[in-house]
């Protein structure tokens, strides 16, 4: 069974703390995908990568890093949480295909 | 009031490939519905634009879209994606005023060539 895994469903940390997210999928795909979901605002991309060391910035990458030296693995990292940053975390893999798949998310609460 | 909703936030297809945005709204009355694109660096253009009549619209640069009044929906379709194809799409639709447009969430839509 194919799998977009991401390591913490439930994470709590605090402020000025440095986070890591981490993904990892096993359907090999080329592209991965850091999403953010707020009520209300949809899906909103901080960064996606489509080969191994390449990223790109989406919508909202300020206060993001990532990291993609594997070609299964993309992380996410907060170099400094703030409490706006309190969210859910969608991690997604991609073929050229286009169609999209997600892990079952991270949420991050920011105290 | 009207929504519009584009179920494909990010796409990546290879040059070549078949291209399908979904787009689905919400409005009961007579709709007027829009693709719009937006390239690297410049403001929004019409690709193409449904009124009346064919569902099967044409737009430009070889890009199609079909209205189905009975699943709402507009969906962009293109039989093989180019390298400068590399865009956002947009869907819209025309409120009943023909004043304001509304937009679905944007499909930012990356070929590699």
């Known amino acids: 069974d194919v799998k977009v895994t991401q390591s913490s469903r439930y994470l709590v940390k605090r402020t000025g703390e440095k986070v890591f997210l981490e993904c990892v999928q096993d359907?090999?795909?080329?592209?991965m995908f850091w999403y953010r979901q707020d009520p209300g605002l949809g899906l909103r991309l901080i960064y996606f990568?489509?080969?191994?060391?390449?990223?790109e910035k989406g919508d909202i990458p300020e206060g993001y890093s990532v990291s993609r030296e594997k070609k299964e693995r993309f992380s996410l990292i907060l170099e400094s949480a703030s409490t706006n940053q309190t969210s859910m975390y969608l991690c997604?893999?991609?073929?050229?295909?286009?169609?999209?798949?997600f892990g079952e998310g991270s949420r991050l609460t920011v105290l | 009031a009207q929504s519009v909703s584009q179920h494909n936030h990010h796409v990546i297809l290879s040059e070549a490939a078949s291209l399908e945005l979904g787009c689905n709204y919400s409005y009961g009355g007579t709709v007027n519905l829009f693709w719009y694109v937006q390239y690297p660096g410049q403001h929004l253009q019409l690709l193409l634009k449904y009124f009346s009549g064919d569902p099967l619209v044409k737009g430009i640069k070889g890009f199609e879209a079909e209205f189905i009044k009975s699943k709402f929906s507009f969906n962009l379709r293109k039989p093989s994606v180019q390298w400068s194809d590399t865009a956002e799409y947009f869907c819209a639709v025309l409120n009943n005023a023909g004043n304001m447009l509304t937009f679905g969430g944007g499909t930012r839509l990356m070929v590699k060539p």
């Open positions: 990568s489509y080969d191994v060391k390449m990223k």
């Open positions: 997604g893999g991609s073929h050229d295909t286009g169609e999209l798949f």
């Open positions: 359907m090999d795909h080329e592209n």
